[in-house]
């Protein structure tokens, strides 16, 4: 069974730093492309950014390049989101996904890791 | 950027209803389309991807058509665990979401 699980979400002020964590398990890591979806209160999904089965490519959106860096570990089967610079607009449950293949639709998502940036 | 546009943003039906989301891209995306169900404090569950073809595991009572611009998904008979939120995500060009279609209980 696929799991995807988000951790080290909380409440940071804004300007501050935060770094997330999607554990995978129930597949091969390092055969798949991995995402990051958030989604601010009462509000739809957007993507923030994608990463290579390999780690040797990433993406960013536009509203956080520059902020947010995508990185992975294959030995550990986890993907980060480390963001900095971080804005009130950035308040969200950010959401990992596995990519069926890079560019392609995610097939499994996490529960979701809240992120409030709030003074 | 390619735009998606999702209608209605609610809709309100009754179990044992036909129900029938709409999607439309702001360009052509082939059939590059997915659409998902969310519940309250969940991740999205993929339904359907390549805009017709039905994941692993999702009822037969859903269905997707449509290419280019325009798609639609279709749900034959509501069921009462089919009260969500539905969204479309084009992956012609990065990810783009629809706004979503939230389904209530008439």
């Known amino acids: 069974e696929v799991q995807l699980l988000e951790s080290g979400g909380g409440l940071v002020q804004p300007g501050g730093s935060l770094r997330l964590s999607c554990a995978a398990s129930g597949f091969t890591f390092s055969n798949y492309a991995m995402s990051w979806v958030r989604q601010a209160p009462g509000k739809g999904l957007d993507w923030v950014s994608a990463?290579?089965?390999?780690?040797?490519?990433?993406y960013y959106a536009d509203s956080v390049k520059g902020r947010f860096t995508i990185s992975r570990d294959n030995s550990k089967n986890t993907v980060y989101l480390q963001m900095s610079g971080l804005r009130p607009e950035d308040t969200a449950v950010y959401f990992c996904a596995k990519e069926t293949a890079r560019g392609s639709m995610a097939d499994y998502w996490g529960q979701g890791s809240l992120v409030t940036v709030s003074s | 950027d390619i735009q998606m546009t999702q209608s209605p943003s609610t809709l309100s039906a009754s179990v044992g209803d036909r129900v029938t989301i709409t999607c439309r891209a702001s360009q052509s995306i082939d059939s590059l389309l997915a659409w998902y169900q969310q519940k309250a404090g969940k991740g999205p569950n993929l339904l359907i991807y390549?805009?017709?073809t039905l994941h692993s595991g999702v009822p037969s009572r859903f269905s997707g058509s449509g290419s280019g611009t325009e798609f639609t998904l279709t749900i034959s008979s509501l069921q009462p665990d089919d009260f969500a939120t539905y969204y479309c995500?084009?992956?012609?060009?990065?990810?783009?979401f629809g706004q979503g279609t939230k389904v209530v209980i008439k």
């Open positions: 990463i290579s089965d390999s780690g040797t490519n990433t």
């Open positions: 995500q084009q992956y012609r060009g990065g990810w783009t």
């Open positions: 390549q805009a017709s």
